[in-house]
């Protein structure tokens, strides 16, 4: 945990405190800003999924208060195991996407 208690003239106080926990496999898992050195409320939080492997799947950002079922998202998305299960593809909640599964470079997709 971080936490400001004093700060100096003109500095944005908006947070003063981060919470990073971790999942049982050791991965830090979901990043939480407060407004105050003890208590307060969430400012904005980042929540991240793993599969087996440690790899992130999901990673969810509320940039005003805690992650909800409503927070949009970041896929990441993997090769079969059998295929070294490497990063194929990224979906962005716009519907984005960046291909990565048959190409040298990424190729991008777009929403719309």
Do not use: C
């Not at 927070?71 to 519907?95: D, N």
């Amino acid at each position: 945990m971080d936490r400001i208690t004093t700060s100096g003239a003109g500095v944005d106080e908006s947070v003063l405190r981060r919470e990073t926990k971790y999942d049982t496999q050791g991965n830090a898992y979901l990043f939480t800003s407060f407004d105050a050195a003890t208590g307060g409320s969430i400012v904005n939080q980042v929540k991240r999924q793993f599969n087996g492997f440690g790899q992130i799947t999901h990673e969810y950002q509320a940039i005003d208060g805690a992650v909800t079922i409503y927070t949009p998202y970041v896929e990441y998305q993997y090769a079969a195991t059998s295929a070294g299960s490497r990063l194929t593809g990224i979906v962005y909640p716009s519907g984005y996407s960046l291909d990565y599964s048959t190409t040298v470079a990424p190729t991008a997709t777009s929403a719309g």
